[in-house]
T-cell receptor, first 113, second 111 residues
Framework: DAMVIQNPRYQVTQFGKPVTLSCSQTLNHNVMYWYQQKSSQAPKLLFHYYDKDFNNEADTPDNFQSRRPNTSFCFLDIRSPGLGDAAMYLC????????????FGQGTRLTVV | GESVGLHLPTLSVQEGDNSIINCAYSNSASDYFIWYKQESGKGPQFIIDIRSNMDKRQGQRVTVLLNKTVKHLSLQIAATQPGDSAVYFCAENTGGFKTIFGAGTRLFVKA
């Protein structure tokens, strides 16, 4: 039944060691998002793809990159994780024209040691 | 600047009572307002949305009210159940792809 699937659910990485988080969707939505959510805070949009068009938020650090090889998959790459990057990372999808209703995955909780 | 905020960080209600969660927003250009529910360890889940040309919308046990004059949004949950315990976020969308989340209200339901 899962429509937006994130892997892994928990990820531990070393300070400065590149890490990739994965997201896949079975909804065939053309918009995919990555959000960062720190403890007791609201999700913060990092970037989104509309089909293959990549849109970065102005305040997203260069340390965060994304790839979307096809409609179903999207990856979040953190090139050099710092302690401040420890958070829940949420992937979401939506249909064009219904951007208010986004479907979220379960998230990947990233720990940086 | 754009911002969406909530009046109360926590709300505690008795099971069976109605819950009202409030939210203030500042961007008068927002076209869409959305309520999400986030349970512990899970991603946010869409509850209900309302367009800026409406002032009320009802769903199953939930009602969203929008007052554009004072830039206020509320979520009413009827007959609150233990399964409603979660963090509730209001969010706004200006019609593009950017949805801005508010700070969240944690709802506790007492049995």
């Amino acid at each position: 039944d899962a429509m937006v699937i994130q892997n892994p659910r928990y990820q531990v990485t070393q300070f400065g060691k590149p890490v990739t988080l994965s997201c896949s969707q079975t909804l065939n939505h053309n918009v995919m998002y990555w959000y960062q959510q720190k403890s007791s805070q609201a999700p913060k949009l990092l970037f989104h793809y509309y089909d293959k068009d990549f849109n970065n938020e102005a305040d997203t650090p260069d340390n965060f990159q994304s790839r979307r090889p096809n409609t179903s998959f999207c990856f979040l790459d953190i090139r050099s994780p710092g302690l401040g990057d420890a958070a829940m990372y949420l992937c979401a999808t939506s249909r064009v024209g219904q951007t208010g209703e986004a479907f979220f995955g379960q998230g990947t909780r990233l720990t940086v040691v | 600047g754009e911002s969406v905020g909530l009046h109360l960080p926590t709300l505690s209600v008795q099971e069976g009572d109605n819950s009202i969660i409030n939210c203030a927003y500042s961007n008068s250009a927002s076209d869409y307002f959305i309520w999400y529910k986030q349970e512990s360890g899970k991603g946010p889940q869409f509850i209900i949305d309302i367009r800026s040309n409406m002032d009320k919308r009802q769903g199953q046990r939930v009602t969203v009210l929008l007052n554009k004059t004072v830039k206020h949004l509320s979520l009413q949950i009827a007959a609150t159940q233990p399964g409603d315990s979660a963090v509730y976020f209001c969010a706004e969308n200006t019609g593009g792809f950017k949805t801005i989340f508010g700070a969240g209200t944690r709802l506790f339901v007492k049995a």
